[in-house]
C-alpha cells in the first residue's frame, strides 16, 4: 500500500484505523485459541480487559514503529543511512523475537502440545 496514496495523501489514517480493528477482534481471537490451541488463553481473560488493552497497547506501539521505520528508509539520503536503518530494524527485531521465544510458563508447552494432539490431530 505504501506510506503515500497517488495524490500524496498520507495512507496513515488508513494504518491507525487497523488499531481500531484489532481491538474489535482481540477477544474473539482470545476464545479461539484458548477453544483450538491453548485453554491456558482463557486464565487471562480476566472481567476487566487489562492484557487485553496491554496486549492491543503493545500491537500498536510495534505497528507504529513498523510506520516510522517505513518513513526513515524511504527518507534514507544515502545507502549507508539507509543501511544503518536496516540495522536498528534488524536489531530491534531479533531482541522482540528472543524476547517473545523466551516466555512461557513451566509446562505450559507440554500442556498445549498434548491438547494440541487430542484435539486437533
Not at 477477544?27 to 472481567?47: C, M, N, R, V
Amino acid at each position: 500500500m505504501g506510506l503515500k496514496r497517488r495524490d500524496g495523501s498520507s495512507h496513515k489514517p488508513d494504518h491507525d484505523a487497523v488499531n481500531a480493528i484489532n481491538a474489535r477482534v482481540f477477544d474473539p481471537i482470545e476464545k479461539y485459541i484458548a477453544a483450538h490451541y491453548d485453554p491456558s488463553f482463557e486464565t487471562f481473560d480476566l472481567a476487566v480487559p487489562i492484557e487485553e488493552i496491554g496486549v492491543v497497547e503493545m500491537i500498536k506501539a510495534w505497528r507504529e514503529g513498523a510506520w516510522r521505520n517505513g518513513e526513515r528508509l524511504l527518507n534514507s539520503e544515502s545507502r549507508a543511512e539507509r543501511r544503518e536503518v536496516v540495522q536498528s530494524i534488524r536489531e530491534t527485531s531479533t531482541l522482540w523475537a528472543e524476547l517473545i521465544s523466551s516466555g512461557g510458563l513451566p509446562g505450559t508447552r507440554e500442556t498445549r502440545d498434548a491438547f494440541c494432539l487430542a484435539n486437533n490431530g
